[in-house]
């Protein structure tokens, strides 16, 4: 047995009630039930479409895509059902992490019973697994198409934004305009193509520092837990220093993140930017190292310069793409002191934390009140004698689990229908900074 899984049989469990799909009308519920089919569903389709293109005498891989279309088809059908889940089959090297993960914590349940953050990692680990025990279709991403699908409806955009960038790198060592920009691209890492670019629109003659602080006013306009002065203050205090983003979708998203990832170079504030990305195909988007540089391709016509540099970031050793199995591991992160990973994160000066699964993760998956810290909800990461760098979570809600808010912000979203789950609202919640950035 690993030293991963002897660390696991000291049993960390959620500090409040998870979200779970048992709990009927719950978002959790509905996705159980009717979100997550309709992926696999979609899966489906994309295998038959490739294996339609296969050639006859290629008989192995079109056996192979039809059993993997099985497969899928019969995980739909058991979690439909609610039938009890069964371990990991196949022998990739996280199989035994995953299947001692189910015996000690959810063992013999069904689907709607267990966590909803176990239940839905779980589905896309068993996505994998139909590919894992084939021979020809081991490297399959069913979701590229997806994604590349993605990237190409917000190409024409993010010619606009890079035009806007590249005045913020010509000023990026000017005082007056190094925390608006920093906010600036906070807020667009944070959207994504969700980003209101409106105001971009004939702003040629705008003063860079002005449209850049309506661009910021504008984007934090629905965040309901706002640590972006607490966060900007701490990356304006850095020279030289190491900035980790664990990244979440690619595309647009994974563009609006090198944006960030280069001016952080350009300021001089980092010498050196991480990106954790996932190990296999994982929640549809999320970013792979094959997604990393595809995008860097597909990029490569529409903003050249802005490519070529990033290149040489990655050629120089100032960026670095960092795999780890962590990251599609079932655990929330709780966990992660337990592994590796953790002792890489404690090398930076601040860890960006992206995207809505990374901060159920981070805060459990569990009914927590709206009006709790985020230092609280995040246990040991939030707490001194872990001696976990400064950290924020960039994120737009689109699960019913969000803490930080104010009693007031609580009273007022109150009236607002699904505000947790429609993708219209986000946080930019911080833990871990001294004091002097809270200032």
């Not at 779970?20 to 389709?45: E, M, Q, S």
């Not at 059993?67 to 609610?82: G, P, W």
């Amino acid at each position: 047995m690993t030293d991963h899984l002897l660390q696991q049989k000291a049993q960390i469990h959620a500090p409040r009630p998870p979200l779970a799909g048992k709990h009927h009308g719950t978002f959790a519920f509905y996705t159980i039930r009717d979100r997550l089919p309709v992926i696999l569903t979609k899966v489906i389709d994309d295998v038959y479409r490739t294996i339609v293109g296969i050639p006859d005498d290629e008989s192995v891989r079109i056996a192979e895509g039809k059993a993997v279309i099985e497969r899928i088809a019969a995980l739909r059908y058991a979690m439909q059902r609610d039938k009890r889940i069964p371990p990991i089959e196949d022998s990739m090297p996280d199989t035994a992490v995953w299947n001692d993960f189910l015996d000690t914590y959810w063992k013999g349940q069904g689907h709607f019973q267990v966590a909803w953050l176990f239940q839905e990692c779980y589905m896309y680990r068993k996505i994998r697994e139909a590919f894992a025990l084939t021979t020809t279709w081991t490297a399959y991403d069913p979701f590229l198409r997806e994604k590349q699908a993605s990237l190409a409806k917000g190409l024409d955009v993010l010619g606009a934004l890079s035009h806007h960038v590249a005045k913020l790198h010509e000023r990026a060592h000017d005082p007056s305009t190094r925390t608006v920009a920093l906010a600036e691209l906070l807020i667009y890492s944070l959207w994504g193509n969700a980003v209101d670019l409106s105001l971009l629109v004939a702003a040629d003659n705008v003063e860079v520092a002005a449209l850049g602080a309506k661009l910021v006013k504008k984007g934090t306009e629905g965040v309901v837990a706002n640590d972006l002065d607490v966060v900007v203050a701490h990356l304006a205090g850095l020279h030289g220093k190491r900035v980790d983003l664990v990244l979440d979708n690619a595309g647009f998203e994974l563009a609006a993140d090198l944006f960030l990832a280069d001016w952080l170079i350009a300021s001089g504030i980092a010498s050196s930017i991480v990106f954790h990305v996932k190990s296999i195909p994982w929640f549809v988007s999320d970013t792979t190292t094959a997604d990393f540089h595809a995008t860097l391709a597909d990029l490569t016509p529409i903003i050249p310069m802005f490519v070529a540099r990033w290149q040489s970031h990655l050629a120089s050793g100032a960026w670095r793409i960092h795999e780890d199995p962590f990251w599609t591991y079932p655990h929330a992160y709780y966990h992660l002191p337990s592994f590796p990973i953790f002792d890489t994160l404690k090398q930076a000066d601040l860890v960006v934390f992206k995207g809505d699964l990374n901060y159920r993760k981070l805060v459990f998956d569990c009914s927590w009140d709206p009006t709790t810290s985020f230092a609280e909800a995040i246990g040991p990461l939030g707490q001194k004698e872990t001696k976990f760098p400064p950290l924020v979570s960039l994120r737009t809600c689109k699960s019913d689990v969000c803490v930080g808010l104010t009693p007031a912000k609580v009273e007022e979203m109150a009236k607002v229908k699904d505000w947790m789950v429609s993708g219209h609202y986000a946080v930019i919640s911080g833990a871990n900074f001294p004091a002097a950035s809270r200032v």
